[in-house]
């Protein structure tokens, strides 16, 4: 794989990724292989729960002179329609577990928790993952939501019990309101993204996430050549990538981490050698990935480990939509929402770049997998708008 040192406005290799280097102690301290058995124990409690299909490209492929595409379709997540769900799940289903009496998981799913609140700040996705884990588990939750989250989003987390307080702001707004009034009111806090001095709790959700890249790994048949993976606080990507580094070592994919060019935040990091702020204001129609500050906690696996840091463009979001949902050939139809087609947009715009294609080693030989991360629930009129197609005309339409 050819790997020069292009940079571009919205593409740029990482100077500090080594593929010989080791996934050691502070790689392994965030996201874990060993860990995978815990989370599936705590999994096993959510009678729903199964592995989410891989979809298989191939007319996409042709039409893009690569060898495969798959997607992993996390809009199947047992009901839930994201990703979010097996951090949310596993965190509260920890905290319980250890503050308990409950000699495992599957006897916390049969008593209910009335006395523990949790809370968390979320676009959408986190907060109904945190809201269900509660549920599941007879516990309270508080999900505060900043002012762009959708109609649709908030309605969904209501519907799992949750109380919903609104801040007129952004996300990182949204954090700030959570972490004053879940210290005054003594809540637990279960949030995707770190601080100085709360670190376990992502530590867990992050761990979470990497049920599917297991999943995806076990699926693929070939190993992929090529993961593209979507980022906001950078708890997907550290969990996907840093399951490869630990399972694959030196024969992982090569990584590309996709952000919002409005919310930049990992590629700004990258460009300075340590944790930035985005250059943009985070106003963007993926609202999964609309964050301006990184999760500290994700630096020793996406700042060392990812090879290359890349922006897309609010106007590649509607033709990634409608590749995914209106496929070429006898391709699968695959409902994504804005952030969750975020890695096709990514991939669309590579391959429609040479110098970007040569610099990636794109060509008829690569397996390219992707990680369609949520599905279109939440922004119904613009996957409409995009596709023609409602999400209810595009699901009948799945395999």
Not at 237 to 244: K, N, T
């Amino acid at each position: 794989m050819v790997q020069s040192a292009m940079t571009a406005s919205w593409l740029q290799i990482n100077p500090r990724r080594h593929a010989a280097a080791p996934y050691g102690p502070p790689q392994r301290d965030v996201v874990a292989v060993a860990g995978l058995e815990e989370v599936r124990a705590a999994l096993a409690c959510c009678p729903a729960h199964k592995p989410t299909p891989l979809y298989r490209l191939p007319a996409l492929a042709r039409r893009l002179g690569l060898g495969a595409v798959q997607v992993k379709d996390e809009s199947q997540r047992f009901g839930f329609g994201a990703f979010k769900a097996l951090g949310g799940v596993f965190a509260v289903a920890r905290v319980l577990r250890h503050t308990t009496d409950a000699s495992g998981y599957e006897a916390l799913a049969g008593r209910t928790h009335p006395d523990f609140t949790f809370a968390t700040a979320s676009s959408g996705n986190h907060g109904r993952a945190v809201a269900a884990g509660a549920k599941i588990f007879g516990a309270r939750s508080v999900i505060f939501l900043p002012s762009f989250t959708s109609a649709e989003k908030e309605a969904a987390i209501r519907a799992r019990g949750a109380e919903i307080v609104r801040v007129d702001g952004d996300y990182e707004a949204a954090v700030a309101r959570c972490r004053e009034m879940a210290q005054a009111r003594g809540w637990t806090i279960i949030s995707d993204t770190s601080w100085p001095g709360y670190e376990t709790i992502p530590k867990s959700v992050m761990q979470g996430y990497t049920v599917l890249a297991d999943e995806a790994l076990g699926q693929a048949g070939e190993t992929p050549t090529h993961v593209l993976v979507q980022a906001g606080v950078g708890g997907l990507a550290a969990a996907v990538l840093g399951f490869l580094w630990e399972r694959l070592g030196e024969r992982r994919p090569l990584s590309i981490v996709v952000e919002p060019q409005s919310a930049d935040c990992w590629f700004q990091s990258n460009r300075l050698g340590q944790p930035a702020l985005a250059s943009g204001d985070a106003t963007t129609s993926m609202g999964g990935l609309a964050c301006r500050e990184i999760s500290p906690l994700t630096w020793p696996i996406l700042g060392l480990g990812a090879d290359w840091f890349m922006t897309i463009e609010e106007d590649d979001v509607p033709p990634a939509m409608r590749a995914l949902a209106r496929p070429e050939g006898d391709d699968p139809t695959v409902v994504a929402g804005p952030s969750g087609c975020s890695g096709m947009a990514a991939l669309l715009r590579l391959c429609a770049n040479g110098d970007a294609r040569r610099a990636l080693g794109l060509d008829a030989t690569s397996r390219v997998l992707l990680i369609n991360s949520e599905g279109a629930f939440g922004e119904p009129a613009l996957f409409e708008r995009a596709t023609g197609l409602s999400v209810a005309a595009a699901t009948a339409r799945m395999r």
